[in-house]
C-alpha cells in the first residue's frame, strides 16, 4: 500500500531532521506572534517576492530572464532580447504565484487543482498549450541543465506515462490522509510529497516550476504564514547543485527494498529553516526600519531626544507639513514605535 511506504520512509528520521523541525517551528511562532509589519509594507515585501521567486524558479529550469526583467516584464514593458518562451513562462509563474498567496489557505489540496494549476503555469506557453492541465502521454526523463539551458545530463527516468494516473492518485490520496490522520509532522508530508512527485514527473513539462508552487500552497495550508515574504525559490537556485543531489540520492532509492527519502528531506528543511530565519529577521528593529520613508525615521529620530511631543511640534522641528506629520505619526503607532497621550488639542506622542 502507498501509505505503508510513506510511513517506512520517515518513520525514523535522524535526530538532525527533527532538531531542524523543531528550530522552524519556534521560528514560525516568532512570526506568528511578533509579526506588526503594515499591511502597506507587507505588501511591498510579498511584491518583491512575487519578482525574486519567478525569476529564480524558471532560472533553474533554465530561462534566462534576471528579476530586473522580470519585473519589467510585469510591468509591461517589452523586453526584446529574450525568447518568448522564456517571458511566457514567468508571466505564467508570477500570476499562479500571486494567485497562490492571495488565496491558497482556502484552495482545496486535490488532483484537480494540481492540475489546475498546471494548466494556469503554462497558459501562456504556444507549444505547451496542447498538455496543459493533463497529465502526460509520452514518457519524459528529468534533465539536468546549464546555465544556457542546454542538457549535460539525465538524472533519471520518471514514472511511465500509462501509471501516472494511478500514481498520482496514490500519492495525492496518501498526502491527504497523512495531513488528516496528523500521525506525521506537516513538513515531512509535504517533504515526502515533493520527492515523489517529481519521480512520477506527471506532466510533459513544467514538473520543477510546479513543485515549487506546490511548495508554497503546501506551506502556507499548514500555517507557515511567512511564506509570501521570503522566497524559498531564490535559496533552491543559490544552492542548485544541492538540489538536484538532494533529489537524485533519495530518488534512487524509491520503489527499492531500502526506500529513504533523508537525504532529500536533509536539504528541504534546510531550505526551509533558511527562509524561517529571514522571516523573523524581518521583524527585527533594524530589518523594519530599512522598509520606513526617510520622513518616518526622521520622525523616529526625533523621538530619541524628546519624551513627548505634538504634531505641531514635530512640524515646526523637522519643517515637516502638518497633514505629512499625522500620517507618519499613524503609521509609527501601527508599527508599535510610538504611542498616543490624550485626545484633540492635548494629544501628546511617545515612544514605547
Not at 193 to 200: D, G, N, R, S
Not at 301 to 320: M, N, R
Amino acid at each position: 500500500m502507498p501509505f505503508q511506504r510513506f510511513i517506512a520512509r520517515i518513520k525514523e528520521p535522524p535526530s538532525t531532521i527533527w532538531a531542524r523541525i523543531a528550530q522552524i517551528d519556534e521560528l514560525k511562532g516568532r512570526w506568528t506572534g511578533g509579526v506588526h509589519l503594515s499591511p502597506q509594507i507587507l505588501g511591498r515585501l510579498k511584491q518583491s517576492v512575487l519578482i525574486t521567486s519567478t525569476g529564480a524558479s524558471t532560472r533553474i529550469e533554465g530561462a534566462h530572464l534576471s528579476d530586473a526583467d522580470v519585473e519589467k516584464l510585469m510591468r509591461g514593458i517589452s523586453i526584446q532580447k529574450f525568447a518568448d518562451r522564456d517571458k511566457q513562462e514567468v508571466q505564467g509563474y508570477y500570476e499562479l504565484l500571486e494567485n497562490v498567496f492571495q488565496s491558497g489557505k482556502h484552495l482545496r489540496f486535490s488532483e484537480s487543482t494540481i492540475k489546475h494549476f498546471h494548466k494556469e503555469l503554462l497558459k501562456y506557453v504556444e507549444k505547451d498549450k496542447l498538455h496543459s492541465g493533463e497529465y502526460k502521454k509520452t514518457e519524459n526523463k528529468v534533465h539536468l541543465v546549464d546555465r544556457a539551458g542546454k542538457s549535460i545530463n539525465i538524472l533519471f527516468d520518471t514514472t511511465p506515462a500509462f501509471l501516472t494516473p494511478k500514481e498520482m492518485q496514490e500519492l495525492v490520496e496518501s498526502t491527504q490522509k497523512a495531513f488528516q490522520e496528523k500521525k506525521f509532522h506537516p513538513l515531512l508530508v509535504i517533504g515526502n510529497f515533493l520527492v515523489e512527485f517529481l519521480m512520477i514527473h506527471p506532466f510533459q513539462d513544467g514538473n520543477g516550476r510546479l513543485s515549487r508552487v506546490l511548495t508554497n500552497l503546501l506551506l502556507l495550508q499548514r500555517g507557515y504564514l511567512y511564506v509570501p515574504y521570503v522566497s524559498h525559490e531564490k535559496l533552491i537556485e543559490d544552492h542548485k547543485a544541492d538540489y538536484y543531489i538532494a533529489l537524485r540520492n533519495a530518488q534512487k532509492t524509491l520503489k527499492t527494498k531500502k526506500e529513504d527519502i533523508t537525504p532529500w528531506l536533509d536539504f528541504f528543511l534546510s531550505i526551509i529553516l533558511e527562509q524561517s530565519k529571514r522571516a523573523v529577521a524581518l521583524l527585527s528593529k533594524e530589518s523594519i526600519e530599512k522598509l520606513f520613508s526617510p520622513k518616518q525615521l526622521l520622525v523616529l529620530e526625533y523621538f530619541q531626544t524628546h519624551d513627548e511631543v505634538t504634531p505641531l511640534e514635530l512640524s515646526k522641528g523637522l519643517k515637516i507639513a502638518r497633514p505629512t506629520v499625522n500620517q507618519v505619526l499613524l503609521r509609527l503607532i501601527q508599527f508599535k514605535k510610538i504611542e498616543r497621550i490624550g485626545l484633540g488639542r492635548s494629544t501628546r506622542y511617545r515612544k514605547t
